[in-house]
């Protein structure tokens, strides 16, 4: 079968609309240099007040419960490292570019939602704090971004594919059926042409087929379990009625070691503090 459409172009159509800012390729170069110091980079990012400051509030936001308020960029990179902080920039870039960029042919609103609530589940579910919960809080951001590029590629498509769900249809099975791959695949090919690293991209772009998301296979059957949990909570308070928790495949759960009650838990946590994440992120007027 035919389809209208390839991610090679919707990715090369992204053009100026989906890119990630100076700042975001300033910060990675530093974090990648084993002679620059937490100072450099703190003054780097301190360049750029709206960043430092949208830093500052999620260090000191229910996401960490440091015990004690911290003040400074430096104090940050100090307590969560240098490529930690590097990706919470990517996730306040993120943040900014699914909000701005879109229109009316996929429901923002909802699109946004998913994406904070699948980060927010990526990094509760996570077993090793210590380890990639930055990472995977980016990815769940990101998770769903490559809707925007197919929304500027092909619009009349993407509102066919994207903004009419069919009954009983889950919406990556919708993706299929009309354009022949998922928002999931474009996502993680967007993420690569923008360089990011393999624990981001890898864990996007195989969200819906875990199984074959090598080498980062424990993080793509996290946010695999993310995704879905958050479009449960979403869509269900939208008054849909799509079982999302029978969506989730049964390896990720069992390497996990994941109950019903776990999942329980975890919902209830999120539920907890995702009003004051999502208000955090949102970028007003």
């Known amino acids: 079968m035919a389809y209208l459409i390839e991610i090679k172009d919707i990715i090369e159509n992204a053009g100026a609309l989906l890119t990630l800012p100076d700042i975001c390729m300033q910060i990675k170069r530093l974090v990648a240099d084993p002679a620059s110091s937490i100072g450099d980079i703190a003054e780097l990012i301190s360049k750029d007040p709206a960043l430092t400051a949208r830093l500052l509030k999620i260090v000191n936001s229910p996401l960490y419960y440091f015990p004690r308020k911290i003040s400074s960029v430096s104090e940050a990179i100090t307590l969560i490292g240098a490529s930690q902080l590097y990706s919470l920039a990517l996730a306040t870039t993120a943040a900014t570019i699914i909000q701005t960029v879109g229109g009316s042919y996929i429901e923002m609103k909802t699109l946004w939602e998913k994406a904070v609530y699948s980060a927010i589940f990526a990094k509760s579910i996570n077993p090793n704090k210590s380890q990639d919960s930055e990472s995977l809080f980016v990815a769940g951001l990101l998770s769903n971004i490559g809707a925007l590029a197919v929304v500027k590629h092909a619009p009349d498509i993407a509102l066919t594919a994207i903004g009419t769900p069919n009954k009983g249809q889950f919406p990556w099975q919708r993706e299929k059926e009309v354009l022949g791959f998922t928002v999931a695949e474009v996502s993680g ?63 990720p759960l069992a390497l996990l070691g994941m109950k019903d009650e776990d999942i329980e838990t975890k919902v209830s946590e999120v539920n907890g503090i995702a009003p004051e994440i999502l208000n955090l992120f949102t970028i007003r007027g």
């Open 189 to 251: 090919a967007l993420l690569k042409y923008w360089n990011l690293p393999d624990e981001i991209v890898v864990p996007v772009g195989y969200q819906h087929l875990p199984d074959i998301g090598h080498p980062c296979f424990f993080s793509c059957c996290i946010l695999h379990i993310a995704t879905r949990l958050a479009s449960e909570i979403i869509d269900k308070a939208q008054g849909q009625t799509l079982n999302y928790r029978k969506a989730i495949l049964k390896e």
